[in-house]
Every structure is written in C-alpha cells, then in structure tokens.
C-alpha cells in the first residue's frame, strides 16, 4: 500500500506543540554562554561552517516559532529544522516531531504547551526608572509641568501619543529630588520614555527644554539602573504601511507612530552594529514588513544610515533610505507639511516595486533638496 505523504496532521497543529528552543538545542549546536530571549545557535545547514553561531529564533504573524541564519540564507520553522539535520522529507518529519509532541492517530491531539511571551524585555531597568516616569506623568498634568505641555504641543504630539507613550515632565532637581542615576535635572526637561516593542519601559531619556542652560540636550539614566537599550518603540497607532521606520531619536519616532507607522528609534550617538541590525532585522520579519530608514540631513545622520544600510544588507534585509526634503529631521517635515505622510507613503510604495536596477534611486533623488 502506498505511503500518504502527510497523511495525518495539520502541520499548523503540529508545530503548535512543537518547542522549537529545544529542537535547535537537540539538532543544532548552541552558542555557549547564551541563554534567555537572546540565545543563538550555529547554523544547522549542513553546508555552512557557521562559527559564529548566527541562528535567532522568532515568532512569525500566525505565532509559529522561526529560526533564521544571519550570515547565510538559511531560514526555516521546526519541520525545516527536522529535515535539514536528519535527512527525512517533509512528511517524514512532520510524523516524527508529531510523536515527539505526543499526538497519535485518531486520537484527540494534546493540549498546547503554554507559550512563552515572544517579547520577554531584554533589559530590566531598577523600579527607580518606573517610579520616575509615573512621577513625571502626573507633573505633566499640573501647572509645573506647562511649559513641557508646551514643548510636546509645539512637537506636535497629540494626547493620544502623550499618554500612550507616557510622556511626561521633570522639572528639574530644585523642584523634584530624585535618586542617585535618574536623569541630573539641570533644569525642566520633557521625559521621554522608551519602550521595547511589547511596550514595556526599558529606559527614558530627559530632553532638557533649553539645551544651552543644561549645558546639554538629553540626559539619560546611569547603567546602573537602566542598561542602554540602543533601540526603542514608540506605540504605534493604526497600522499604516508595510514598514518598519528606522528614525534617529524618539521625537522623530514619536511623530511617525502618531501617524500609524511602526517605528524603531535609534538611541544616542553611538553607530549602529551588529546586534542593532539583528534586532530590526528580527522585528520586520516578525511583521513580514520591509525596513526604510529615515536619514538626518546632517553628515552624522549620513553615516549612521548608510553603517546602518549596509548592516541591514548582510542580515539579509535590503532597506529603503528616504531623506526628508529641503534638509529638515522628519519631525520639521511632519510640522511644516501637513501631507508628509501621504508624500512617504508615496516614496514607500513606489520603492517597494522590484524594478531592476535601482528602485530605490529616484526615491532618493526625488526627497532630497
Ligand atoms: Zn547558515
């Protein structure tokens, strides 16, 4: 009699009760000194000689676990992972991951394993943090907290965005005492915190209203208390096109996600690296989203975009570059052009089209002064 080839499951079913963490740790090889949400494991692929361990696990849109190589095009789900390490087809190995989860024919499948939260925060900042963020919330509400009003409204950052993102005021250390590591408190500043991608507090950063008094712009917690998280995520409202906006700095993303895009802020002066890129990478894959990197006109913002691009280009996603026009940040752009998101949108569309052999060219061309 002949063999059905995927006679009994649905692989949707089996791959509910598959843990693919475990797999990888059985059927490839794991990176030493790894654990947790950032665990990495050398490439299964036969034919790859990965020694840098450059296998991450995700979850994908329908919540079925992934795994990805990053320096070869080597992706899979569990049922690749079986095949590609033991040599059986694909209806081979959807039975033997079945009976490894405990299902037999014609009997009611078992439950699904409990799922551990995809988004576990990386970073743990100390409870100073939160207790900072709340406090400057509510001064934002009173009279002290007007002027920073002010500087959110001038942003142009509605309520929504304000408490969503749980803007807030410190006005500064004469009027609000504050524990050793949390911004200094030169003089009033407005608090903007950063989120990872499941919205929960990593960081915050304190943008001093007048940077010449400060002595500074921003002012940020010591490691300390807050490990710096390199990247944050503003709460998106809508969903708006089918991009993940790379922006330099949270007012920047913060205008974006007000307008419905799903943003990535690049944190502080450093340049991004690897890690960064792996991350964003992760993130737009997660989604089935593209990435376009919003550049700064300025030569810092030039140079972060293009480590940045090509970063991106070796973890295999191929980025889009939009430069805001007439040398303006894309929060001057969204304050002086009332149809900027419509004009992105545009740039966005048009580029995604895969025409041969520069469609992102005259998008470039197009935006900038
Ligand atoms: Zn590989």
Redesign the pocket.
Known sequence: MPREPHPRWHIADVLDRSDLGALLDELAQPAAFRAGPGRRWH?P?PD?D?HRA?VTMHRDRHGHERWR?W??D?RGDAVDLVMLTTGRDRGEAVDWLASRAGMIPDRPVPPIRPRQPSHAPAVVPSPLVEQYVTACQRILQTSTGQPVREWLAARGFDSDTIRENRLGADPGRTVMRRARGLPYGTSPAAVLPALDPAGHLTYVQARYLNPDIAGRKYDNPSASIAPHPRLAHPLVRGERGEMLLVCEGLPDALIAAQAGYRTAALLGAQTPDDAVAARLANLADAHQIGIAIVCDPDPAGRHATSVLADLLDRAGVEPITVTPPDGLDLNAWALTDPNWALDLDCHLTTSTVDVAPHPYADVAAGVEP
């Open positions: 490439c692929a790859h990965d450059s190589c320096s070869g080597h």
